[in-house]
């Protein structure tokens, strides 16, 4: 079925007329453009993700503390844990 589809989706495109075909080219390049755009976003999260990551840290190691001891811990003395 992919054939049939890729088949018919090239001679679509070879009937077309060219300024049709020049319009889906200039979309496609507008299309890589945004792509990269996006992709420079992602890059800038996961380093805005790394940088705050460091902060959340305590607060990772009081749950793990509080899960993982055999004290019978109260909340208050997991606020005042460090």
């Known amino acids: 079925m992919t054939v049939a589809i890729s088949w018919f989706a090239c001679d679509v495109n070879y009937r077309l007329p060219k ?3 020049r319009r889906l080219k200039a979309l496609k ?3 890589a453009e945004a792509n990269k755009v996006e992709s420079r976003f992602y890059e800038e999260v996961h380093e805005i993700e790394r940088k705050y990551m460091a902060q959340y840290e305590p607060f990772f190691q009081r ?3 509080f899960f993982v ?3 019978n811990t ?3 003395k997991m606020w005042d844990f460090v």
């Open 74 to 76: 109260t909340l208050v």
């Open 63 to 65: 749950v793990i503390y």
């Open 29 to 31: 390049r507008l299309q």
């Open 69 to 71: 001891s055999d004290v």
């Open 19 to 21: 300024s049709v075909k």
